[in-house]
């Protein structure tokens, strides 16, 4: 019996907080889903709605170009992640198995990264962006590269995959040197495909991370054409001032894309054997 | 073991990255500090050099004074309910009952969801005629003005802060729970402990470690908050809500005052330096193997 009463206020105090997690977003459907007879203010208010409509979402979505802002979150996510995998594993792997002249000088460096956030440096972050007319005022390729690059590598993921490196036994590297391999060979064809599992970490977390991203594109972009999702949303507010009820599909039509990418790689998530991953 | 790699190579091999830091990181780091000494109000294109005025006008500014107190408001708010609540939900969910994957998508999906998605859902909800003022008002209190009322902005952007940290530290913790020796509790069962006493005896000094860990990163990720700023309140009511990011974002990128933005971004470096110093000599010397 006492077993029984632990239980069921254990599920209660859950079910609970996992109701708390979700009702914004519940309430926010709840509104895409009224239609004009409904008035969304009335008390009280009303889950399920009286006036059920799709128009709002066919509204927002003739006037909104979410196709566009979904394709420039996929080419800035899409090249974050393409970035920070090269980049991380090349700068990974010599920390992890090289002796070379100034080692500990690029480890602390790199570690040092950690400790300076960007929202303390994007002005000058922006000057450079700038100064190399990487901004979609020039074009919107340059555009493109200018919201990737500040992000194009981080110490988190030099530190993850030279971690990777360090757990692939030597005997691997002796053994593909004596059959002939050149060192890039060594490190693409074998050492690469053995830390697949690490890279996989490192690409879901950078491509969640890259794509909530609001800032930086915030600051750089001038061209509505150019918005990637966030900046997307925000921008609802101002398209249509006070029409909750587009407001509110055009906000739940952005989320779907991560919603179905995270229920696809939950594991990954909320497993915790990759605790602490994604950057606060 | 033989040296299979040229003399260039590690160098070759850190170059990217390196090219990567050089421009995006360190150069603007070092310039973030230049900045602060010029004074751009005049023309941007045409600073002058301006010594320490910058920071003589930072600390004579009333805004200043009100930005740093938000702040902290923000950090001793929202980190100690970061670091308790989280672990509360991460012990219930780790004792063996069903159901514990749909809890844990639920309470991590704020997580993933996009900041600026989980602004306007609680933008929504604080809505002067919203649910949560009718909530208020069936209660028999006053109707509250979310964040139009400059006593409570600051709070009703934190609670969004909170709500959207939870899942993750909840993770972090659910990790952390799993190294914690299982014939403790069997030993506090025998002994009959209560639910209380068996973690705040066995639970809580195992995992102090993560805790102190969870309390820095989510003081650092405070001192950090922007969009839900930019998003629901733009740091007003009367500055009410306005935070050190938001204030720097406005100075240089609305007022184009790039001297004295940088004047406040250094002060922000020096906190968080602070902060993550104390976080990695402390609780990731094993993460980077030092």
Redesign the interface.
């Given at each position: 019996m006492k077993k029984f009463i632990?239980?069921f206020s254990?599920?209660a105090?859950?079910i609970l907080?996992?109701l708390?997690?979700?009702f914004?977003?519940i309430?926010?459907i709840s509104?895409s889903l009224k239609g004009a007879g409904e008035n969304i203010?009335a008390?009280?208010?009303t889950i399920i709605p009286k006036d059920f409509t799709w128009a709002n979402y066919t509204g927002v979505w003739h006037k909104v170009d979410f196709i566009g802002y979904f394709v420039n979150s996929m080419i800035v996510a899409g090249g974050t992640v393409f970035?920070n995998l090269?980049?991380?594993a090349?700068?990974g792997?010599?920390?992890a198995r090289?002796e070379?002249k100034g080692?500990k000088i690029?480890f602390f460096?790199?570690?040092a990264?950690?400790?300076?956030?960007f929202?303390?440096?994007?002005?000058?972050?922006?000057?450079?962006t700038l100064k190399?007319h990487l901004v979609d005022s020039v074009n919107n390729f340059a555009g493109f590269i200018g919201m990737i690059?500040?992000f194009?590598?981080s110490a988190f993921g030099?530190?993850l995959m030279r971690q990777a490196f360090l757990g692939i036994p030597?005997e691997m590297?002796?053994a593909a040197?004596v059959d002939g391999c050149s060192?890039w060979q060594?490190?693409t064809k074998v050492l690469m495909p053995m830390v697949k599992p690490s890279l996989a970490v490192l690409a879901i977390f950078t491509f969640?991370g890259s794509?909530?991203e609001?800032?930086w594109p915030?600051?750089v972009l001038t061209k509505e054409s150019m918005y990637t999702?966030?900046?997307g949303?925000?921008n609802?507010?101002g398209m249509f001032s006070s029409n909750?009820r587009f407001?509110?599909a055009g906000?739940i039509l952005?989320?779907i894309p991560?919603?179905i990418?995270?229920?696809a790689m939950?594991r990954y998530?909320?497993s915790?054997?990759n605790?602490?991953a994604?950057k606060? | 073991m033989f040296k299979y790699y040229g003399k260039y190579a590690p160098y070759l091999f850190l170059l990217p990255a390196g090219l990567v830091l050089l421009v995006f990181f360190f150069i603007p780091f070092f310039q973030t500090f230049f900045l602060s000494f010029f004074d751009y109000s005049a023309s941007i294109y045409q600073p002058t050099f301006a010594g320490i005025e910058n920071y003589v006008k930072l600390f004579q500014s009333p805004i200043f004074y009100k930005v740093l107190w938000n702040t902290f408001v923000y950090l001793f708010v929202a980190v100690p309910i970061l670091a308790i609540f989280p672990l509360f939900i991460a012990i219930l969910i780790n004792q063996k009952i069903r159901g514990v994957t749909l809890y844990k998508i639920l309470i991590y999906l704020p997580v993933i969801v996009s900041i600026v998605v989980a602004a306007i859902a609680f933008k929504w909800l604080y809505a002067d005629q919203g649910i949560l003022n009718f909530l208020v008002t069936s209660l028999g209190f006053q109707k509250i003005g979310w964040l139009t009322d400059p006593n409570w902005a600051l709070y009703s952007v934190i609670i969004v802060t909170i709500w959207k940290g939870v899942g993750y530290y909840m993770i972090i913790y659910l990790a952390a729970l799993m190294s914690v020796p299982k014939e403790l509790y069997e030993a506090c069962d025998i002994d009959g402990a209560n639910f209380l006493t068996k973690h705040l005896t066995v639970t809580i000094p195992h995992i102090m470690p993560t805790i102190a860990l969870v309390t820095t990163i989510s003081a650092i990720s405070a001192m950090k908050v922007f969009a839900e700023i930019y998003v629901m309140t733009k740091g007003g009511p009367l500055n009410s809500s306005k935070t050190i990011v938001y204030y720097i974002y406005e100075r240089a990128f609305e007022n184009l005052d790039l001297g004295y933005a940088s004047a406040m971004a250094v002060v922000l470096l020096v906190i968080v330096m602070a902060f993550s110093l104390v976080n990695i000599l402390c609780f990731e010397k094993n993460k980077y193997n030092l």
């Open positions: 632990e239980k254990i599920h105090v859950l907080v996992s708390l997690s979700i914004p977003f309430w926010l509104t203010f008390y009280p208010p970035l090269i980049l991380s090349m700068a792997y010599p920390l090289m070379f080692k690029a460096s790199i570690l990264t950690i400790m300076i956030p929202q303390a440096i994007m002005l000058p972050v922006y000057l450079i190399l690059m500040p194009a590598v030099i530190f030597r590297e002796e040197i060192i060594l490190f969640i794509w909530g609001f800032l915030s600051i999702l966030p900046v949303v925000n609802l507010q909750w407001i509110a906000s952005a989320t991560i919603l990418f995270f229920l939950q998530f909320i915790g054997e605790e602490g994604v606060g | -």
